[in-house]
């Protein structure tokens, strides 16, 4: 019932929450334009808006029409042909990063869709765009697209789940921001300076945690990622040092992203300390990581 054009102002909101440049926050705005507009042509907008916002809007219009259907239990393979194949037609990355904003908003509206057209999307959601966006290193995006998906898939189980978190907020918070603290504080002695801070887990990450490993989930204790920002690269492993030495580790669990990046460029240290039998995983990477 809302204008049409609030769709394509909110997909803008998220490529500047993304802090990408104007050509893609335009290219944003207009991305329909060509598929729902009778009048609106590549060489419309090349005059109107130049060259750059044209081929965007057009890379768009060019991905949005691939019939992304899954067919096999290797996601993580299927979402990489996906991308290549994306990438090879769209020929810059800007142009998928417009259509995972699209896609988010499409999520967050999706209950005003019929609930076949909900459950079609919310499966290609997760098993197509989620892994996109987890493979390019957007986060945020992912696992809202993951979260959104799977209230739509399994009602039952991510109702049971978010309230489970609900109850267990107020104490979760807490316990970041105590362990943020003790984190600090060990950072200071060892002259780091590092800021810390915590965030909570997805609710479709804990539902995979609590399938793979079988669990209630009042033992999965990891629900909070904490987040260690320094300013230089030898930084992160002293600091990993000092907190190895404060907490025992879990030495499967240490990850060196940094000597040895992802494919996407991807740089930080992974670690999960035990804090009284509580496992809490933490990210160290500078600023610019």
């Known amino acids: 019932g809302e204008p049409y054009f609030?769709?394509?102002?909110?997909t803008a909101k998220t490529l500047i929450s993304l802090k990408l440049d104007?050509?893609?926050i335009c290219a944003g705005l207009l991305h329909?334009?060509?598929e729902d507009v009778d009048s609106a042509t590549e060489r419309h907008l090349a005059n109107k808006f130049g060259d750059t916002i044209a081929a965007l809007v057009q890379g768009v219009t060019k991905i949005s029409k691939y019939p992304l259907q899954q067919h096999g239990r290797d996601e993580q393979r299927q979402a990489e042909n996906y991308l290549k194949l994306l990438l090879?037609?769209?020929q810059d990355v800007r142009v998928i990063l417009i259509k995972l904003a699209d896609r988010l908003h499409n999520m967050e509206t999706l209950q005003f869709q019929p609930e076949d057209k909900?459950?079609?999307?919310?499966?290609?959601t997760l098993e197509i765009y989620a892994p996109i966006a987890h493979r390019l290193g957007i986060s945020r995006i992912k696992n809202r697209l993951e979260d959104i998906s799977f209230k739509y898939l399994l009602p039952y189980e991510y109702k049971n789940i978010a309230k489970a978190l609900n109850r267990k907020l107020a104490e979760r918070e807490a316990y970041a921001e105590e362990t943020a603290s003790h984190i600090s504080a060990v950072l200071q002695q060892a002259s780091i300076d590092a800021s810390v801070g915590g965030r909570p887990k997805n609710?479709?990450?804990?539902y995979q945690k609590i399938n793979e490993k079988g669990i209630p989930f009042e033992e999965i204790y990891d629900l909070i990622g904490m987040r260690v920002l320094v300013n230089r690269d030898i930084d992160c492993y002293t600091a990993a040092g000092a907190i190895h030495t404060r907490w025992p580790h879990v030495s499967e669990r240490f990850k060196d992203f940094i000597g040895l990046p992802k494919a996407n460029g991807y740089q930080s240290?992974?670690?999960t300390i035990l804090d009284h039998g509580r496992r809490v995983e933490i990210q160290i990477r500078t600023h610019s990581m």
Do not use: M, P, Q
């Open 118 to 124: 909900r459950r079609e999307t919310a499966k290609e």
């Open 203 to 206: 609710i479709y990450s804990i």
């Open 22 to 24: 104007l050509n893609t």
């Open 6 to 10: 609030s769709h394509c102002v909110e």
């Open 32 to 34: 329909d334009t060509i």
């Open 269 to 271: 240290l992974h670690t």
């Open 88 to 90: 090879a037609t769209a």
